[in-house]
Protein backbone atom coordinates (compact mmCIF):
# COMPACT_ATOMS: atom_id res chain seq x y z
CA UNK A 1 0.00 0.00 0.00
CA UNK A 2 2.73 2.54 1.10
CA UNK A 3 4.53 1.75 -2.32
CA UNK A 4 1.22 1.95 -4.15
CA UNK A 5 0.64 5.47 -2.70
CA UNK A 6 4.73 6.52 -3.15
CA UNK A 7 4.32 5.71 -7.05
CA UNK A 8 1.29 7.79 -7.22
CA UNK A 9 2.34 10.81 -5.30
CA UNK A 10 5.60 10.52 -7.68
CA UNK A 11 3.17 10.52 -10.86
CA UNK A 12 1.04 13.05 -9.49
CA UNK A 13 4.28 15.50 -9.11
CA UNK A 14 5.42 14.47 -12.69
CA UNK A 15 2.41 15.79 -14.04
CA UNK A 16 2.39 18.49 -11.79
CA UNK A 17 5.75 19.47 -13.12
CA UNK A 18 4.88 18.88 -16.89
CA UNK A 19 1.74 20.93 -16.29
CA UNK A 20 3.51 23.82 -14.69
CA UNK A 21 5.91 23.94 -17.61
CA UNK A 22 3.29 23.56 -20.18
CA UNK A 23 1.92 26.65 -18.39
CA UNK A 24 4.53 29.15 -16.71
CA UNK A 25 5.89 30.47 -19.92
CA UNK A 26 5.29 33.82 -22.61
CA UNK A 27 5.24 31.51 -25.61
CA UNK A 28 2.73 31.56 -28.13
CA UNK A 29 1.86 28.77 -31.00
CA UNK A 30 2.12 29.85 -34.79
CA UNK A 31 0.05 27.16 -36.93
CA UNK A 32 1.91 26.80 -40.94
CA UNK A 33 -0.17 25.06 -43.39
CA UNK A 34 1.63 22.55 -45.40
CA UNK A 35 1.39 24.93 -48.43
CA UNK A 36 3.57 27.71 -46.32
CA UNK A 37 0.78 29.82 -45.31
CA UNK A 38 -0.15 30.94 -41.72
CA UNK A 39 -3.42 30.23 -40.52
CA UNK A 40 -5.52 31.65 -37.46
CA UNK A 41 -5.80 30.06 -34.27
CA UNK A 42 -9.47 29.13 -34.72
CA UNK A 43 -8.89 27.65 -38.36
CA UNK A 44 -5.66 25.62 -37.17
CA UNK A 45 -7.63 24.24 -33.47
CA UNK A 46 -10.13 23.49 -36.64
CA UNK A 47 -7.93 21.31 -38.91
CA UNK A 48 -4.76 21.01 -36.50
CA UNK A 49 -5.81 17.05 -36.73
CA UNK A 50 -6.76 16.44 -40.66
CA UNK A 51 -5.13 18.68 -42.67
CA UNK A 52 -1.60 18.24 -41.05
CA UNK A 53 -0.51 21.71 -39.74
CA UNK A 54 3.14 22.16 -38.51
CA UNK A 55 2.79 24.02 -35.14
CA UNK A 56 6.10 26.02 -34.28
CA UNK A 57 6.75 28.52 -31.08
CA UNK A 58 7.22 31.75 -30.92
CA UNK A 59 8.90 33.37 -27.87
CA UNK A 60 11.46 36.03 -26.41
CA UNK A 61 13.67 33.36 -24.82
CA UNK A 62 14.76 30.13 -26.56
CA UNK A 63 14.53 28.54 -23.31
CA UNK A 64 11.24 28.98 -22.73
CA UNK A 65 9.71 27.30 -26.16
CA UNK A 66 12.49 24.44 -25.61
CA UNK A 67 11.09 23.60 -22.28
CA UNK A 68 7.23 23.92 -24.02
CA UNK A 69 8.49 21.58 -27.15
CA UNK A 70 9.57 19.11 -24.45
CA UNK A 71 6.33 19.09 -22.86
CA UNK A 72 4.72 18.74 -26.46
CA UNK A 73 7.24 15.35 -27.17
CA UNK A 74 6.16 13.95 -23.65
CA UNK A 75 2.02 14.39 -24.66
CA UNK A 76 1.05 18.11 -23.13
CA UNK A 77 0.60 20.34 -25.91
CA UNK A 78 0.42 23.70 -26.18
CA UNK A 79 -2.62 24.12 -28.93
CA UNK A 80 -3.76 27.78 -28.26
CA UNK A 81 -3.00 31.33 -26.25
CA UNK A 82 -4.50 34.88 -26.42
CA UNK A 83 -3.85 37.48 -23.61
CA UNK A 84 -6.65 35.65 -21.05
CA UNK A 85 -6.42 32.18 -22.02
CA UNK A 86 -4.44 28.82 -22.79
CA UNK A 87 -5.45 25.76 -24.14
CA UNK A 88 -3.75 22.48 -23.39
CA UNK A 89 -4.00 19.19 -25.17
CA UNK A 90 -3.56 15.97 -23.80
CA UNK A 91 -2.60 12.79 -24.94
CA UNK A 92 -5.82 11.26 -25.17
CA UNK A 93 -7.27 13.95 -27.22
CA UNK A 94 -8.47 15.83 -23.89
CA UNK A 95 -8.65 19.41 -24.34
CA UNK A 96 -7.72 21.63 -21.21
CA UNK A 97 -8.59 25.09 -20.81
CA UNK A 98 -7.13 27.72 -18.39
CA UNK A 99 -7.71 31.03 -17.46
CA UNK A 100 -5.03 33.65 -17.58
CA UNK A 101 -5.34 35.69 -14.36
CA UNK A 102 -1.89 37.48 -13.68
CA UNK A 103 1.25 37.63 -15.08
CA UNK A 104 4.75 38.69 -13.46
CA UNK A 105 7.44 38.55 -15.98
CA UNK A 106 10.93 38.14 -16.31
CA UNK A 107 13.16 40.60 -15.41
CA UNK A 108 16.62 40.50 -14.31
CA UNK A 109 16.52 42.25 -11.35
CA UNK A 110 14.40 39.26 -10.08
CA UNK A 111 15.61 36.92 -11.87
CA UNK A 112 11.71 34.54 -12.56
CA UNK A 113 8.79 34.59 -13.97
CA UNK A 114 5.51 33.74 -12.45
CA UNK A 115 2.01 33.37 -13.54
CA UNK A 116 -1.50 32.83 -12.06
CA UNK A 117 -3.90 30.63 -13.91
CA UNK A 118 -7.48 28.99 -13.25
CA UNK A 119 -8.25 25.71 -14.35
CA UNK A 120 -11.62 26.22 -15.93
CA UNK A 121 -12.13 22.54 -15.55
CA UNK A 122 -11.84 22.50 -11.95
CA UNK A 123 -11.96 25.72 -11.06
CA UNK A 124 -8.37 25.62 -9.37
CA UNK A 125 -6.66 28.74 -8.82
CA UNK A 126 -2.94 27.84 -9.84
CA UNK A 127 0.19 30.17 -8.99
CA UNK A 128 3.43 28.57 -11.12
CA UNK A 129 6.97 30.31 -10.57
CA UNK A 130 10.12 29.40 -12.13
CA UNK A 131 13.00 31.05 -12.07
CA UNK A 132 17.13 31.02 -11.21
CA UNK A 133 18.11 28.44 -7.85
CA UNK A 134 19.70 31.86 -6.39
CA UNK A 135 16.45 33.18 -5.33
CA UNK A 136 14.10 30.21 -5.79
CA UNK A 137 16.12 28.48 -2.98
CA UNK A 138 14.44 31.12 -0.17
CA UNK A 139 10.99 30.89 -1.92
CA UNK A 140 10.46 26.98 -1.85
CA UNK A 141 10.04 24.66 0.32
CA UNK A 142 12.08 21.13 1.28
CA UNK A 143 15.04 22.01 -0.84
CA UNK A 144 17.27 19.16 0.46
CA UNK A 145 18.46 17.89 -2.56
CA UNK A 146 18.04 21.15 -4.72
CA UNK A 147 21.14 22.68 -4.81
CA UNK A 148 23.21 19.31 -5.27
CA UNK A 149 20.90 18.54 -8.25
CA UNK A 150 20.96 22.24 -9.77
CA UNK A 151 25.26 21.97 -9.04
CA UNK A 152 25.24 18.72 -11.35
CA UNK A 153 23.10 20.13 -14.18
CA UNK A 154 25.17 23.07 -14.46
CA UNK A 155 28.73 21.31 -14.24
CA UNK A 156 27.15 19.53 -17.35
CA UNK A 157 26.74 22.98 -19.26
CA UNK A 158 22.88 23.21 -18.88
CA UNK A 159 21.47 26.23 -17.91
CA UNK A 160 19.00 25.62 -14.98
CA UNK A 161 15.85 26.83 -13.63
CA UNK A 162 13.34 26.06 -10.46
CA UNK A 163 10.10 25.38 -11.01
CA UNK A 164 7.37 25.55 -8.32
CA UNK A 165 3.50 25.92 -7.89
CA UNK A 166 0.93 27.09 -5.35
CA UNK A 167 -2.27 26.36 -5.50
CA UNK A 168 -4.50 29.13 -4.01
CA UNK A 169 -8.39 29.92 -2.75
CA UNK A 170 -10.52 32.38 -4.43
CA UNK A 171 -10.18 33.89 -0.85
CA UNK A 172 -6.53 34.00 -0.82
CA UNK A 173 -6.42 35.48 -4.98
CA UNK A 174 -9.30 38.17 -4.40
CA UNK A 175 -7.05 39.50 -1.54
CA UNK A 176 -3.52 39.22 -3.53
CA UNK A 177 -5.70 41.02 -6.78
CA UNK A 178 -7.53 43.53 -4.71
CA UNK A 179 -3.45 44.34 -3.36
CA UNK A 180 -1.94 44.15 -6.62
CA UNK A 181 -4.21 46.34 -8.21
CA UNK A 182 -3.84 49.15 -5.56
CA UNK A 183 -0.34 49.31 -5.29
CA UNK A 184 -0.24 49.33 -9.29
CA UNK A 185 -2.81 52.43 -8.71
CA UNK A 186 -0.10 53.95 -6.42
CA UNK A 187 1.28 57.62 -7.70
CA UNK A 188 4.71 56.94 -5.23
CA UNK A 189 7.12 53.77 -5.00
CA UNK A 190 4.87 52.37 -7.53
CA UNK A 191 7.52 49.47 -8.72
CA UNK A 192 8.50 49.02 -4.80
CA UNK A 193 5.20 48.42 -3.31
CA UNK A 194 3.92 46.30 -6.62
CA UNK A 195 7.22 43.61 -6.06
CA UNK A 196 6.36 43.39 -2.10
CA UNK A 197 3.00 42.31 -2.81
CA UNK A 198 3.94 39.76 -5.45
CA UNK A 199 6.50 38.42 -2.90
CA UNK A 200 4.14 38.73 -0.21
CA UNK A 201 2.47 35.76 -2.69
CA UNK A 202 6.21 33.97 -3.51
CA UNK A 203 6.08 32.37 -0.17
CA UNK A 204 5.95 28.49 1.16
CA UNK A 205 5.91 27.62 -2.71
CA UNK A 206 6.19 23.68 -3.57
CA UNK A 207 9.22 22.41 -5.61
CA UNK A 208 8.46 20.84 -8.09
CA UNK A 209 11.04 20.70 -10.52
CA UNK A 210 14.48 21.71 -11.72
CA UNK A 211 15.17 21.99 -15.79
CA UNK A 212 18.18 22.03 -17.46
CA UNK A 213 18.92 23.42 -20.93
CA UNK A 214 21.66 22.77 -23.26
CA UNK A 215 22.91 25.97 -24.92
CA UNK A 216 24.91 24.71 -27.71
CA UNK A 217 28.23 26.58 -28.87
CA UNK A 218 27.64 27.90 -32.30
CA UNK A 219 30.07 26.35 -35.29
CA UNK A 220 33.55 27.45 -34.81
CA UNK A 221 33.59 29.13 -31.66
CA UNK A 222 37.04 27.05 -30.57
CA UNK A 223 38.71 28.55 -33.54
CA UNK A 224 37.53 31.92 -33.46
CA UNK A 225 38.65 32.83 -30.01
CA UNK A 226 41.73 31.30 -30.76
CA UNK A 227 42.42 33.82 -33.77
CA UNK A 228 41.19 36.22 -31.25
CA UNK A 229 43.81 35.56 -28.79
CA UNK A 230 46.15 35.36 -31.56
CA UNK A 231 45.45 39.15 -32.96
CA UNK A 232 46.29 40.45 -29.22
CA UNK A 233 42.84 40.55 -28.00
CA UNK A 234 41.64 39.98 -24.72
CA UNK A 235 38.44 38.15 -24.03
CA UNK A 236 36.29 38.83 -21.14
CA UNK A 237 33.14 36.72 -20.26
CA UNK A 238 30.27 38.31 -19.06
CA UNK A 239 27.24 36.05 -18.51
CA UNK A 240 24.21 35.93 -16.19
CA UNK A 241 24.73 32.13 -16.03
CA UNK A 242 25.88 30.29 -12.37
CA UNK A 243 29.29 29.94 -11.75
CA UNK A 244 29.34 26.02 -12.90
CA UNK A 245 27.77 26.97 -16.12
CA UNK A 246 30.06 29.27 -16.73
CA UNK A 247 33.50 27.63 -16.12
CA UNK A 248 32.06 24.45 -18.31
CA UNK A 249 31.37 26.96 -21.36
CA UNK A 250 34.90 28.80 -21.12
CA UNK A 251 36.16 25.45 -21.09
CA UNK A 252 34.49 23.88 -23.96
CA UNK A 253 34.62 27.02 -25.83
CA UNK A 254 38.50 27.00 -25.10
CA UNK A 255 38.04 30.57 -23.87
CA UNK A 256 40.71 29.02 -21.09
CA UNK A 257 43.17 26.85 -23.21
CA UNK A 258 43.87 24.04 -21.76
CA UNK A 259 47.58 25.07 -20.89
CA UNK A 260 46.15 27.48 -18.26
CA UNK A 261 45.15 26.97 -14.68
CA UNK A 262 41.40 28.52 -13.66
CA UNK A 263 41.56 30.41 -10.60
CA UNK A 264 37.89 30.27 -9.29
CA UNK A 265 37.67 33.77 -6.62
CA UNK A 266 35.31 32.68 -3.63
CA UNK A 267 32.33 34.20 -2.45
CA UNK A 268 33.17 37.30 -0.90
CA UNK A 269 31.01 39.60 1.13
CA UNK A 270 33.78 41.57 3.68
CA UNK A 271 36.65 43.71 2.86
CA UNK A 272 38.89 41.25 4.62
CA UNK A 273 37.51 38.60 2.24
CA UNK A 274 38.10 40.52 -1.01
CA UNK A 275 41.70 41.22 -0.01
CA UNK A 276 42.50 37.85 0.64
CA UNK A 277 41.61 36.25 -2.43
CA UNK A 278 43.18 39.09 -4.28
CA UNK A 279 46.17 37.95 -2.92
CA UNK A 280 45.78 34.62 -3.42
CA UNK A 281 44.89 35.21 -7.19
CA UNK A 282 48.12 37.26 -7.55
CA UNK A 283 49.98 34.55 -6.47
CA UNK A 284 48.91 32.35 -9.38
CA UNK A 285 50.48 32.77 -12.65
CA UNK A 286 49.17 31.89 -15.99
CA UNK A 287 45.72 31.78 -14.09
CA UNK A 288 42.53 32.87 -16.32
CA UNK A 289 39.87 34.26 -13.16
CA UNK A 290 36.46 33.19 -12.60
CA UNK A 291 34.35 35.34 -10.21
CA UNK A 292 30.85 35.65 -9.27
CA UNK A 293 28.86 39.27 -9.97
CA UNK A 294 28.31 39.46 -6.34
CA UNK A 295 31.97 38.85 -5.04
CA UNK A 296 33.27 41.64 -8.58
CA UNK A 297 30.95 44.35 -6.60
CA UNK A 298 32.29 43.87 -3.72
CA UNK A 299 36.35 43.79 -5.31
CA UNK A 300 35.24 46.88 -7.52
CA UNK A 301 33.88 48.55 -4.31
CA UNK A 302 37.11 48.25 -2.11
CA UNK A 303 39.48 47.22 -4.09
CA UNK A 304 38.77 48.96 -7.84
CA UNK A 305 42.51 49.36 -8.82
CA UNK A 306 44.04 46.47 -7.65
CA UNK A 307 41.47 44.10 -9.01
CA UNK A 308 41.48 46.28 -12.64
CA UNK A 309 45.45 45.81 -12.73
CA UNK A 310 45.14 41.89 -12.14
CA UNK A 311 42.05 41.35 -14.67
CA UNK A 312 43.33 43.05 -17.38
CA UNK A 313 46.62 40.99 -16.98
CA UNK A 314 44.82 37.72 -16.65
CA UNK A 315 44.62 35.83 -19.71
CA UNK A 316 40.55 35.71 -19.68
CA UNK A 317 38.26 36.77 -16.89
CA UNK A 318 34.74 34.84 -16.56
CA UNK A 319 32.54 37.13 -14.76
CA UNK A 320 29.19 34.57 -13.86
CA UNK A 321 25.93 35.99 -12.39
CA UNK A 322 26.10 39.31 -14.17
CA UNK A 323 23.17 41.62 -14.28
CA UNK A 324 22.78 43.78 -17.70
CA UNK A 325 23.96 46.99 -15.31
CA UNK A 326 27.07 45.21 -13.95
CA UNK A 327 28.46 43.76 -17.69
CA UNK A 328 27.67 47.84 -18.25
CA UNK A 329 29.63 48.70 -15.69
CA UNK A 330 32.70 45.97 -16.14
CA UNK A 331 33.13 47.75 -20.19
CA UNK A 332 33.88 50.92 -18.81
CA UNK A 333 35.35 49.72 -15.72
CA UNK A 334 38.12 48.61 -18.83
CA UNK A 335 38.06 51.60 -20.52
CA UNK A 336 38.61 53.61 -17.89
CA UNK A 337 41.56 51.85 -16.43
CA UNK A 338 42.96 50.58 -19.39
CA UNK A 339 42.55 53.18 -22.07
CA UNK A 340 42.25 50.78 -24.53
CA UNK A 341 39.05 50.43 -27.51
CA UNK A 342 36.81 48.15 -26.45
CA UNK A 343 34.21 45.67 -28.26
CA UNK A 344 30.94 43.77 -26.88
CA UNK A 345 29.57 40.99 -28.43
CA UNK A 346 25.72 39.66 -27.18
CA UNK A 347 23.22 38.00 -28.81
CA UNK A 348 20.15 38.53 -26.01
CA UNK A 349 18.41 41.82 -24.54
CA UNK A 350 20.25 41.28 -21.52
CA UNK A 351 23.14 42.32 -23.42
CA UNK A 352 22.43 45.65 -24.42
CA UNK A 353 23.70 48.22 -21.90
CA UNK A 354 27.04 46.30 -22.40
CA UNK A 355 26.73 46.42 -26.32
CA UNK A 356 25.80 50.20 -26.67
CA UNK A 357 28.81 51.21 -23.64
CA UNK A 358 31.32 49.61 -25.79
CA UNK A 359 33.32 51.54 -28.22
CA UNK A 360 32.29 49.28 -30.87
CA UNK A 361 28.81 47.47 -29.92
CA UNK A 362 28.37 44.12 -31.78
CA UNK A 363 25.22 42.13 -32.21
CA UNK A 364 24.46 38.81 -33.05
CA UNK A 365 21.34 37.97 -34.62
CA UNK A 366 20.02 35.15 -32.42
CA UNK A 367 16.91 32.90 -31.54
CA UNK A 368 16.64 35.54 -28.38
CA UNK A 369 15.27 38.06 -31.28
CA UNK A 370 17.20 41.36 -32.33
CA UNK A 371 17.35 43.23 -29.60
CA UNK A 372 21.26 43.32 -29.55
CA UNK A 373 21.39 43.29 -33.35
CA UNK A 374 19.69 46.39 -33.35
CA UNK A 375 21.99 48.16 -30.14
CA UNK A 376 24.83 47.46 -32.05
CA UNK A 377 26.94 49.49 -34.41
CA UNK A 378 27.85 45.50 -35.94
CA UNK A 379 25.20 43.24 -36.50
CA UNK A 380 26.52 39.81 -37.79
CA UNK A 381 24.67 36.40 -37.87
CA UNK A 382 27.04 34.06 -36.48
CA UNK A 383 29.69 34.37 -33.73
CA UNK A 384 32.47 33.34 -36.07
CA UNK A 385 31.73 36.16 -38.22
CA UNK A 386 33.46 37.97 -35.76
CA UNK A 387 37.11 37.19 -36.85
CA UNK A 388 36.08 38.59 -40.13
CA UNK A 389 34.58 41.64 -39.06
CA UNK A 390 37.92 42.33 -37.17
CA UNK A 391 40.57 40.66 -38.95
CA UNK A 392 39.59 41.44 -42.26
CA UNK A 393 37.74 44.20 -42.48
CA UNK A 394 38.18 45.90 -39.18
CA UNK A 395 41.86 45.85 -40.08
CA UNK A 396 40.97 46.98 -44.06
CA UNK A 397 38.86 49.87 -42.49
CA UNK A 398 42.27 50.99 -40.48
CA UNK A 399 44.58 50.46 -42.85
CA UNK A 400 42.35 52.44 -45.52
CA UNK A 401 41.53 55.29 -43.24
CA UNK A 402 45.59 55.84 -42.21
CA UNK A 403 46.41 56.14 -46.32
CA UNK A 404 43.54 58.69 -46.90
CA UNK A 405 43.89 60.22 -44.17
CA UNK A 406 47.84 61.05 -45.36
CA UNK A 407 46.96 61.92 -48.59
CA UNK A 408 44.20 64.34 -47.55
CA UNK A 409 46.82 65.99 -45.26
CA UNK A 410 49.95 65.66 -48.35
CA UNK A 411 46.98 67.32 -51.03
CA UNK A 412 46.45 70.43 -48.71
CA UNK A 413 50.18 70.53 -47.48
CA UNK A 414 52.02 70.72 -50.79
CA UNK A 415 49.72 73.64 -52.50
CA UNK A 416 50.24 75.40 -49.07
CA UNK A 417 54.12 75.21 -49.20
CA UNK A 418 53.86 76.33 -52.79
CA UNK A 419 52.23 79.29 -52.32
CA UNK A 420 54.76 80.06 -49.11
CA UNK A 421 57.44 79.59 -51.49
CA UNK A 422 56.01 81.75 -54.25
CA UNK A 423 54.85 84.31 -51.71
CA UNK A 424 58.73 84.49 -50.42
CA UNK A 425 60.68 84.91 -53.67
CA UNK A 426 58.35 87.91 -54.62
CA UNK A 427 58.93 89.54 -51.25
CA UNK A 428 55.96 88.08 -49.40
CA UNK A 429 52.92 89.57 -51.40
CA UNK A 430 49.62 88.40 -50.90
CA UNK A 431 49.25 87.54 -55.01
CA UNK A 432 47.34 83.68 -55.03
CA UNK A 433 49.65 81.49 -57.09
CA UNK A 434 46.79 79.63 -58.65
CA UNK A 435 42.89 81.43 -58.93
CA UNK A 436 39.92 80.90 -59.87
CA UNK A 437 38.81 77.33 -61.43
CA UNK A 438 42.49 75.45 -60.98
CA UNK A 439 42.06 75.62 -57.54
CA UNK A 440 38.71 74.35 -57.14
CA UNK A 441 39.31 71.77 -59.93
CA UNK A 442 42.75 70.69 -57.92
CA UNK A 443 40.33 70.28 -54.86
CA UNK A 444 37.91 68.28 -56.51
CA UNK A 445 38.34 66.73 -60.24
CA UNK A 446 42.05 66.20 -60.67
CA UNK A 447 42.97 64.72 -57.71
CA UNK A 448 39.52 63.69 -55.70
CA UNK A 449 38.77 60.91 -57.79
CA UNK A 450 42.67 58.77 -56.87
CA UNK A 451 42.67 59.83 -53.67
CA UNK A 452 39.71 58.45 -52.72
CA UNK A 453 40.08 55.54 -54.75
CA UNK A 454 42.33 54.18 -51.82
CA UNK A 455 39.90 52.83 -50.05
CA UNK A 456 40.05 50.33 -52.36
CA UNK A 457 43.41 49.28 -51.50
CA UNK A 458 44.32 46.60 -49.31
CA UNK A 459 47.91 44.89 -48.14
CA UNK A 460 47.01 41.33 -47.84
CA UNK A 461 43.85 39.15 -49.28
CA UNK A 462 41.06 38.37 -46.73
CA UNK A 463 42.39 35.02 -46.16
CA UNK A 464 45.90 35.92 -45.20
CA UNK A 465 44.79 38.03 -42.67
CA UNK A 466 42.37 35.43 -41.24
CA UNK A 467 45.50 32.75 -41.26
CA UNK A 468 47.85 35.05 -40.14
CA UNK A 469 45.89 37.01 -37.21
CA UNK A 470 49.18 38.38 -35.96
CA UNK A 471 48.64 40.76 -38.47
CA UNK A 472 46.09 43.20 -36.87
CA UNK A 473 48.52 42.83 -33.37
CA UNK A 474 50.60 45.36 -34.95
CA UNK A 475 47.70 47.89 -35.81
CA UNK A 476 47.93 48.11 -31.83
CA UNK A 477 51.55 49.48 -32.50
CA UNK A 478 50.03 52.55 -34.32
CA UNK A 479 52.14 52.68 -37.28
CA UNK A 480 50.28 53.42 -39.98
CA UNK A 481 48.98 56.29 -38.32
CA UNK A 482 50.82 58.01 -35.82
CA UNK A 483 52.38 61.56 -34.48
CA UNK A 484 55.83 60.02 -36.43
CA UNK A 485 53.49 59.35 -39.85
CA UNK A 486 52.36 62.51 -39.75
CA UNK A 487 55.55 64.31 -39.80
CA UNK A 488 57.09 62.53 -42.36
CA UNK A 489 54.09 63.23 -44.86
CA UNK A 490 54.02 66.61 -43.60
CA UNK A 491 58.33 66.39 -44.59
CA UNK A 492 57.38 64.59 -47.36
CA UNK A 493 54.56 67.75 -48.49
CA UNK A 494 57.23 70.60 -47.71
CA UNK A 495 59.97 68.89 -49.88
CA UNK A 496 58.31 68.53 -53.04
CA UNK A 497 55.93 71.29 -53.16
CA UNK A 498 59.42 73.55 -52.48
CA UNK A 499 61.10 71.67 -55.40
CA UNK A 500 58.26 72.27 -58.12
CA UNK A 501 57.95 75.95 -56.66
CA UNK A 502 61.65 76.50 -56.96
CA UNK A 503 61.89 74.41 -60.00
CA UNK A 504 59.27 76.36 -61.75
CA UNK A 505 60.33 79.61 -60.09
CA UNK A 506 64.29 79.81 -60.12
CA UNK A 507 65.71 77.14 -62.77
CA UNK A 508 63.38 77.51 -65.98
CA UNK A 509 60.82 80.43 -66.33
CA UNK A 510 60.13 83.99 -65.59
CA UNK A 511 57.10 84.68 -66.70
CA UNK A 512 53.95 83.85 -64.73
CA UNK A 513 51.42 82.15 -67.40
CA UNK A 514 54.25 80.15 -67.78
CA UNK A 515 55.13 79.40 -63.94
CA UNK A 516 51.92 78.62 -63.17
CA UNK A 517 51.68 75.92 -66.42
CA UNK A 518 54.60 74.20 -65.46
CA UNK A 519 54.26 74.38 -61.72
CA UNK A 520 50.48 72.93 -61.52
CA UNK A 521 51.24 70.43 -64.13
CA UNK A 522 53.89 69.01 -62.03
CA UNK A 523 52.04 69.33 -58.93
CA UNK A 524 49.20 67.13 -60.75
CA UNK A 525 51.40 64.62 -61.83
CA UNK A 526 53.22 64.36 -58.87
CA UNK A 527 49.61 63.74 -56.65
CA UNK A 528 49.08 60.99 -58.99
CA UNK A 529 52.38 59.25 -58.72
CA UNK A 530 52.27 59.25 -55.37
CA UNK A 531 48.90 58.16 -54.97
CA UNK A 532 49.56 54.78 -57.51
CA UNK A 533 53.46 54.86 -55.57
CA UNK A 534 51.24 53.50 -52.62
CA UNK A 535 48.85 51.40 -54.20
CA UNK A 536 49.61 47.94 -52.93
CA UNK A 537 46.68 46.00 -54.77
CA UNK A 538 45.14 47.79 -57.86
CA UNK A 539 41.72 47.39 -58.62
CA UNK A 540 40.12 48.32 -61.68
CA UNK A 541 38.42 51.31 -59.96
CA UNK A 542 42.08 52.77 -59.30
CA UNK A 543 43.29 52.48 -62.64
CA UNK A 544 40.20 54.20 -64.11
CA UNK A 545 40.64 57.37 -61.33
CA UNK A 546 44.05 57.90 -62.48
CA UNK A 547 43.55 57.88 -66.11
CA UNK A 548 39.90 59.97 -65.74
CA UNK A 549 42.24 62.80 -63.29
CA UNK A 550 44.78 62.81 -65.96
CA UNK A 551 42.81 62.61 -69.01
CA UNK A 552 40.36 65.49 -67.97
CA UNK A 553 43.38 67.71 -66.43
CA UNK A 554 45.13 67.10 -70.77
CA UNK A 555 41.62 68.40 -71.44
CA UNK A 556 42.19 71.31 -69.32
CA UNK A 557 44.93 72.30 -70.68
CA UNK A 558 43.62 72.95 -74.04
CA UNK A 559 40.17 74.43 -73.21
CA UNK A 560 41.59 76.73 -70.65
CA UNK A 561 42.66 79.49 -72.96
CA UNK A 562 42.91 82.07 -69.40
CA UNK A 563 45.37 79.81 -67.34
CA UNK A 564 47.70 78.33 -70.00
CA UNK A 565 49.48 79.66 -73.16
CA UNK A 566 48.47 76.59 -75.53
CA UNK A 567 51.30 77.67 -77.71
CA UNK A 568 53.79 77.19 -74.79
CA UNK A 569 51.95 73.56 -73.93
CA UNK A 570 52.88 72.59 -77.30
CA UNK A 571 56.29 72.85 -77.10
CA UNK A 572 58.92 70.18 -75.94
CA UNK A 573 60.45 72.64 -73.78
CA UNK A 574 56.87 72.50 -71.58
CA UNK A 575 57.31 68.94 -71.44
CA UNK A 576 61.12 68.53 -70.55
CA UNK A 577 60.74 71.08 -67.77
CA UNK A 578 57.67 69.48 -66.17
CA UNK A 579 58.93 66.23 -66.00
CA UNK A 580 62.33 66.79 -64.77
CA UNK A 581 60.50 68.80 -61.84
CA UNK A 582 58.48 65.88 -61.13
CA UNK A 583 60.81 63.15 -61.30
CA UNK A 584 63.02 65.49 -59.15
CA UNK A 585 60.17 65.60 -56.57
CA UNK A 586 59.24 62.04 -56.94
CA UNK A 587 62.12 59.83 -57.68
CA UNK A 588 64.42 59.88 -54.48
CA UNK A 589 60.58 59.32 -52.36
CA UNK A 590 60.46 56.07 -55.10
CA UNK A 591 64.23 55.02 -54.59
CA UNK A 592 63.86 54.87 -50.13
CA UNK A 593 60.95 53.21 -50.43
CA UNK A 594 62.67 50.42 -52.30
CA UNK A 595 64.79 50.18 -50.06
CA UNK A 596 63.33 50.33 -47.03
CA UNK A 597 61.03 47.38 -48.89
CA UNK A 598 64.63 45.99 -49.23
CA UNK A 599 66.09 46.15 -46.17
CA UNK A 600 63.41 46.90 -43.54
CA UNK A 601 59.96 45.01 -45.37
CA UNK A 602 56.84 45.34 -43.31
CA UNK A 603 55.13 42.09 -42.03
CA UNK A 604 52.53 41.82 -44.80
CA UNK A 605 55.30 42.44 -47.78
CA UNK A 606 57.14 38.97 -46.53
CA UNK A 607 53.51 37.09 -46.93
CA UNK A 608 51.92 38.67 -49.97
Known amino acids: QNSTKFKRSEHTRIKDAVQALALCHNVTPVYETNSGSLESETEADQHLQSSGNIVTYQAASPDEVALVQWTQAVGLMLSRRDLNSMQLKAPNGRTLNYAILQIFPFTSETKRMGIIVKDLQTGEILFYLKGADVVMTAIVQYTDWLEEEVGNMARD?????????????????????????????????????????????????????????????????????????????????????????????????????????????????????????????????????????????????????????????????????????????????????????????????????????????????????????????????????????????????????????????????????????????????????????????????????????????????????????????????????????????????????????????????????????ISFTSLILTELIMVALNIRTWHYLMVLAELFSLGLYGLSLVVLHDYFDAEFIRTKDFFWKVLVITLVSCLPLYILKILRKKFSPPSYSKLS
Open 157 to 517: GLRTLVVAKKVLTEEQYQDFENRYNAARMSTTDRVTRVAQVVESLEREMELLCVTGVEDKLQDNVRATLELLRNAGVKIWMLTGDKLETATCIAKSSRLVSRTQGLHVMKKVVTRTEAHLELNNYRRKQDCALVISGESLEVCLSCYQPEFMELATAAPAVVCCRCSPTQKAQVVQLIQKHTGKRTAAVGDGGNDVSMIQQADAGIGIEGREGKQASLAGDFSIPQFSHLARLLLVHGRKSYKRSASLAQFVIHRGLIISTMQAVFSSVFYLSSVALYQGFLMVGYATVYTMFPVFSLVLDQDVSPEIALRYPELYKELAKGRSLSFKTFFMWVLISIYQGGVIMYGALLLFEDEFIHIVA
